[in-house]
């Protein structure tokens, strides 16, 4: 039995691009592009004769390895490169890159052999998709005191076919099965494979005690129904459900027939001829080749007729941000007295010259790989349960640079500039409240629900909640918004409330009301404290399990919303171009 799960696990592996068992998605590939202008002129009778490195960092050594080159072109100083980077892209990732050029002298494919560095320029590949058209232009440096020029670097996500399919399909005059009464009909769809074979890619649910059912309407991707080949046999088998036979549920020991459901017959089709729609075409005779043999009448075993057929692109995250979707981050940072005296070493905001506190660390994180997406990399930075200067009032939602008409702090250094200040001018009190600062940010959510800018609020704080009720209440109202949650637990106390509000177990609810997504994430910190002190690649680890979740809640959003993206601007290739790639 568990083989036979194993095997149909692999199935459905093969059919949605998908691993059930490590529930590993395939990455999103990006293909880079790179061109240059106005590059350092070394050759003396000519101009230079460039040629791109494009060298990957690893998350642990941080070392530079190399991914690839692009051609030479001879003699500019202002090449298009025709050769292309193809690159797994991950949002949750720091995916730091470095571009070097150098004027070709020799043929040898030894870099110190070609005497001439035109310069390098460093960025992210978030840095890239998320700049405007998902077009970078930098200066290139490298060489003191001369100006190298520019590079630009664009980014193109490369589409396996994102369309699905949504069919229904009905049945007449079904052959009867059951002794007692009718059939209880389901349909079973196989996809052909380049070595004939046949995977399974969908199975209808069972229309009890009818010879004419009518199936429900199904979405399907339609690279599980034909890999993108339209023309490619697509075969569909009947059956009768028996009660004996396994369970009708959609459950991966459904997706093998079992021997005690009835055959009835099957017939075959394609993409290319469901794709007509409703018509003549489309009505298809069920065969059962074992009866046709044995009775001389056989006419057939019923017919099955497609009711409808639509298709409709599936967009994806970076569609929306080639599109101009901007991701603003906010950060809210808990002033509670629980922390600790931030003079003391035991402090959970303790300022140790030289190392950051958990607060910072966190913040660090999360906040640089999410400016990548935001153009102007201004970020508002709140506090909560603290009393402030002058008067002693205490304030759940108070902005960490003290200006209360602009919350805003120029980029990651700027967020923990103002944490640092705060920390010396506020009093840690309590309680510790969230919704004050759930509200901020929905506030701004609220006012733009076109799909211009979707907001991300990392919550930093060392426990346990007071306001459950309102905070539930607050991530209800906010799951409707085109806004997500992150909580970054730190020190040693009970998280539970924290796991309540994340939902992936139990769908949050408020007043008896469900919220409409899940848009919480919590991670607690101490889970990621690597014990030989790689603060490095244990910060990496935080972020990578609490951005992981974005992309899909913010499509959550715009599919639910019917937002589409803005088209982008086509990707400039130079006249008489063709592609060629750099991949590993």
């Given at each position: ?6 095997d149909?696990?692999?199935d459905?592996s093969?059919?949605y691009d998908?691993d ?46 190399e ?26 990732e ?11 002298d ?6 110190s052999k ?5 310069g ?12 405007p058209?998902?077009?970078?232009e ?19 996500e ?71 080949d339209y023309?490619r ?5 009947v ?24 055959f ?13 729609g ?14 046709k ?44 007295a629980?922390?600790g005296?931030p ?12 190392q950051?506190n ?10 640089e ?5 935001d ?8 506090g ?14 108070f902005?960490?640079n ?5 919350p ?8 923990l500039?103002a ?12 309680p ?7 509200n ?12 211009s ?25 906010g ?17 539970d ?6 939902g992936?177990?139990i ?58 993206p ?19």
């Open positions: 039995m568990e083989g036979d799960v194993m149909k696990l692999e459905m093969s059919v998908f059930p068992i490590t529930g590993n998605i395939p990455a999103t590939k990006v293909e880079i592009t790179v061109s240059c202008r106005n590059l350092l002129d070394k050759d003396t009778f000519s101009k230079s004769d460039p040629l791109c490195v494009l060298y990957t960092q690893g998350v642990e050594t941080k070392q530079w390895r991914f690839g080159r692009t051609e030479v072109i001879d003699n500019t100083l202002n090449p298009d490169f025709v050769r292309k980077y193809i690159l797994d892209y991950f949002f949750e720091k995916q730091n890159l470095r571009f070097d050029l150098y004027d070709v020799s043929k040898s494919p030894d870099l070609h005497k001439d560095f035109l390098q320029a460093f960025c992210t590949l978030g840095e890239i998709v998320g700049s058209a998902s077009r970078l930098k200066p290139l440096g490298g060489i003191p005191g001369k100006k190298c020029g520019t590079i630009i670097l664009s980014a193109e490369l589409s396996n076919c994102r369309d699905s399919a949504t069919m229904q399909f009905c049945a007449n005059k079904l052959d009867k099965k059951d002794f007692f009464g009718k059939s209880d009909p389901f349909m079973v769809f196989y996809r052909s494979n380049e070595d004939g074979t046949f995977t399974i890619c969908h199975k209808t649910e069972v229309v009890k005690n009818t010879l004419n059912p009518v199936w429900q309407p199904f979405t399907i991707p339609v690279r599980a129904l034909c890999n993108g023309d046999t697509i075969k569909v088998e059956y009768d459900w028996d009660r004996d036979g396994r369970c009708s549920h959609w459950c991966f020991s459904t997706f093998i027939p079992s021997p005690s459901h009835d009835i017959g099957d017939f075959t089709t394609s993409y290319r001829e469901l794709a007509r409703q018509s003549q075409f489309n009505v298809y005779e069920v065969i059962n080749t074992k009866k043999m044995k009775k001389k009448k056989y006419v057939n075993s019923g017919t099955v007729t497609l009711l409808s057929f639509s298709v409709e692109s599936e967009f994806t995250f970076l569609d929306y941000i080639k599109g101009g979707t901007q991701i603003n981050f906010t950060v809210a940072i808990d002033f509670t629980s922390n005296n003079s003391q070493s035991t402090s959970l905001h303790y300022m140790n010259p030289y950051l958990a607060y910072a660390m966190a913040l660090k994180a999360v906040g790989i999410i400016q990548d997406y153009s102007d990399k201004m970020f508002p930075a709140l909560f349960g603290a009393k402030l200067p002058p008067d002693g009032r205490v304030s759940h939602e902005p960490l003290g200006n209360m008409e602009n805003y702090c120029n980029g990651i250094e700027g967020i500039e944490y640092h200040q705060s920390l010396k001018t506020v009093q840690l009190y309590g510790t409240n969230f919704a004050p600062v759930v901020h940010v929905a506030r701004y959510a609220a006012a733009v629900q076109d799909g800018q979707y907001f991300v609020l990392l919550i930093i704080t060392d426990g346990v909640i007071s306001d459950m009720a309102q905070t539930k209440e607050a991530i209800v109202n799951a409707k918004l085109p806004m997500s949650i992150i909580i970054v637990g730190v020190g040693q106390a009970e998280f409330a924290m796991v309540e509000l994340d992936d177990d769908r949050i609810s408020s007043r008896g009301k469900l919220a409409e997504r899940d848009i919480v994430q919590f991670v607690p910190f101490r889970d990621y404290m690597d014990r030989t002190g790689n603060h490095v690649l244990s910060m990496a680890r935080l972020a990578k399990d609490v951005l992981a979740e974005i992309p899909d809640q913010f499509i959550s959003y715009m599919k639910s919303r019917g937002i589409k803005n088209p982008a601007p086509p990707p400039y290739t130079p006249p008489g171009h063709t592609h060629h790639h750099t991949q590993i």
